[in-house]
């Protein structure tokens, strides 16, 4: 690749200076010649690819920046798409939040039955930019991390023919976390589950084992702002036998979390809003050419550690180890091939080949995954083929949902609410 271009759709958001911050960063190793930023908002568009051309202007690179709301544009001659689409906009993530609070769910973007109807809404919409990318540029890396990440890498990863990796910022905070607890560095760790369902299920140094005195000290993985954190108990993390990521909190500690949800003023969706407009604001100001500190608020700390590095992985065929959402492979014996899971993978440029991790023996853990990825099954062939049956399928199996009349009547007024972004169901 001689002349390297990122796409990033979804640039309108507000994370989008994180990115350009990644590709600063490594400028080094990733000559950029082309971003092509790319929203269906034009104002947002404008506000955050003003201030992301002012970093790169400051930065003293000549990469071009070019804003665009047609996609197909945005995708000519690109080598790396990075997506971070939200379908409905954070409205749709207000109501994900707030309607299943009425019958007594959890109501949260990227699990339970609100995780559930962002999936519907966004996986047809990440298809067709999978389909035009096959026209446009089929060579092309999507690196996505729209969420629910892991439901929508288990749909492109089955559905398309394009090169896809799901990603999440969980991870690498969560290692971090651990690391920073231990007072070590350049651990071996083994990571396993699905993108908001994993843990830590290993913890070496040196050949060492670590993990028997973090679960004794409890040791949790760092938290996310996004969540409304209590922290896992030293009793429980024992219990499992390994360290949950925080989203588990919505699992194991679910009448607490419903609890606090309900007492809350604002739900998530809302609080984001605010912070939304007031980024926004300060993204106007023409002196502005840094990522601003406030943005940390937002809750994306490291994407671009992240997803830059794993597009220098690919151009630079680094052959790193990164936790991605990729298709198994056999590398979990207890979950499928086609079974799209979090787990540590060499990335090069070739792609992703998981790691594979043998005599796996966390029985929690896997009947936990078993059971989730049901779910996301489901979800997926509801999703792309409207079929309602399917629907309450997945809704029945999961672990936050369950009750049939109560689902039925939250999925029936969800569906209601966002019906203009689910034309694949019949109204």
Known sequence: MSNLKITIIGAGSTYTPEL??????????????EIALMDIDQRKLDIVGGLCKRMIENAGLKTEVKLTMDLNEA???????????????????????????KYGFIGQETTGIGGFFKALRTIPALLNITKQMEMICPDAWLINFSNPSGILAQALQNYTKIKTIGLCNVPINMIAGVEKALGETNLD??????????YITGVKKEGKD??????????????????????????????????PSSYLEYFYYRDDKLKHLMEEEKCRGEVCMDIEERLLTLYKDENLSVKPKELENRGGARYSEAAISLVDAIYNDKQEVHVVNTLNQGALEFMAEDDSVEISAVIGKNGVTPIPIRGFKNKHIMELMQTVKAYERHTVEAAIHGDEAEAMQALLIHPLVGDYNKARACFNEMKEAHKIYLPQFKN
Do not use: W
């Open 20 to 33: 350009i911050e990644g590709v600063i960063e490594r400028s080094a190793n990733l000559p950029v010649t």
């Open 75 to 101: 995708l000519e001659r690109a080598d790396f798409v990075l997506s971070q689409i939200r379908v409905g906009k954070l409205a749709c993530r207000i109501l994900d939040e707030k309607i299943p609070l």
């Open 189 to 198: 760790i083994e990571y396993v589950g699905l993108n908001h369902l994993s």
């Open 210 to 243: 670590l993990l028997s005195d973090a679960l004794l000290q409890g040791v949790n993985g760092q938290g996310m702002k996004n969540i409304p954190l209590q922290g896992f108990s030293s009793e429980l993390i024992q219990t499992i036998g390994a360290i």
